[in-house]
């Protein structure tokens, strides 16, 4: 199926149908009930799983097949997202070319600064492009205020008039959208005390994350994709073949810069404004922990580490203490207080403990991520199984 092994065909058909399904798995539990706050199925929270996501896949291209970490790659979602947004204001507020004009900005930004950092390798390497990131966010800050609106960032207007969109009227805002349909166009289904949003903005995206995936699978089972696999084995034993690993790595490092710059222009296309602490250094640190969360050099893993971190970020993060002393109200008194006092620090502004702890357990004892965690559930079970099995059959018959 389009190229793929049936391996790689069924596991694109599984992300696409939790893609579609999405609004509905994400809402497990009925409105109003104590745990429907853990639910998730809000279009905002859904295209940040999908549009994370598609930076995480491109970023495992770079870092899970060549073994190359960079802590820049903010830079270019940052880069990106000026760039759509330029688009929008200057030529249309049609979604398409925003996001056409943030991949190929990115692109020629990540082969320009790909260029320069990988003359050197390792820790040197990582260095150089936590360097540009960082120069490219105090240009975004302070120097380039006229381009990137500083501080403040930048954002649609009802001053800007776009060439190709003349049906604005004097002083209306435009919308972002995708042929006359606006990102925030939205479907509610009611259902016995469930309620399920189908966005067209995380439609959008979750088929710009399939697509992504897709071209990611075709990397990865590529002659190409091997010989990233080689730069990473062993670069010293392709150079006594007498292949350079460079233009390899360069290419790997541009496909990962364009991935980046293809998120920040569908963060743009949902949220039309964009400021300079999405170039900040945090927000590369963030990525490489969504990878290597989720497994780095898997074809999954990546976007469930995205997923993953997006949801604590925004679910767990909004439990506070009155949400804590309704869970413990059945304990008493004392020993209620006892409780939100030791779970308090691990939930609400204190997310970021929880999520250091589990990434911590996560590289100590599943260096593979995720992903390896799902392995070795699956290995246990099948294992359960076949000695119920083999059980069964050497059971005398009575």
Do not use: C
Not at 73 to 90: D, E, N, P, R, T
Not at 125 to 136: D, N
Not at 222 to 237: D, E, I, T, Y
């Amino acid at each position: 199926m389009f190229g793929l092994e049936s391996k790689d065909g069924k596991l694109l058909l599984l992300v696409a149908a939790l893609a579609l399904l999405a609004p509905v798995i994400l809402n497990p539990f009925p409105e109003g009930s104590a745990m429907s706050q853990f639910n998730a199925g809000y279009p905002d929270l859904m295209q940040r799983f999908v549009i994370f996501g598609i930076l995480a896949i491109g970023f495992n291209i770079l870092f899970g097949l060549t073994g190359y970490l960079s802590f820049g790659h903010a830079a270019f979602l940052g880069v990106g997202s000026y760039a759509a947004i330029w688009s929008m204001k200057l030529v249309t507020m049609n979604i398409i070319p925003s996001i056409i004009f943030a991949v190929i900005v990115a692109g020629v930004f990540s082969l320009v600064v790909g260029y320069i950092s990988l003359r050197r390798s390792g820790i040197y390497f990582s260095i150089l492009t936590l360097a540009f990131a960082q120069m490219s966010y105090s240009l975004a800050y302070s120097v380039l205020t006229p381009i990137t609106g500083g501080e403040t960032g930048l954002q649609i207007k009802s001053t800007d008039t776009p060439l190709l969109d003349k049906a604005l009227e004097a002083g209306e805002i435009g919308r972002a959208n995708l042929f006359g349909y606006g990102m925030g166009s939205s479907y509610q289904l009611e259902l016995a005390g469930w309620q399920f949003t189908f966005n067209l903005g995380y439609y959008v995206a979750a088929v710009v994350m399939l697509i992504s995936f897709y071209f990611a699978i075709r990397i990865f089972r590529s002659p190409f994709g091997m010989m990233l696999r080689a730069v990473k084995s062993n670069q010293q034993r392709m150079n006594y073949a007498g292949l350079s690993p460079k233009p390899y790595t360069l290419a790997a490092f541009v496909i990962s810069g364009m991935y980046a710059g293809l998120a920040g222009g569908l963060l743009v296309a949902m949220d039309t404004q964009v400021g300079p602490e999405r170039m900040f250094w945090t927000a590369s640190g963030e990525i490489v922990i969504m990878v290597i969360l989720g497994g780095a050099g898997t074809l999954l893993g990546p976007v469930l580490g995205a997923g993953f971190i997006k949801y604590f970020e925004n679910i767990i993060s909004k439990i506070n203490e009155s949400i804590l002393q309704g869970w413990f109200a059945f304990l008493p008194d004392g020993l209620q207080d006892f409780m939100v006092a030791v779970v308090y620090p691990f939930i609400g502004k204190g997310w970021h403990l929880t999520l250091g702890i589990m990434f911590m357990l996560v590289v100590i004892f599943l260096p593979g991520g995720l992903i390896q965690g799902g392995q070795k559930i699956g290995s246990w079970l099948r294992r359960k199984k076949n000695v119920v099995a083999k059980d069964s059959t050497t059971k005398p018959a009575e």
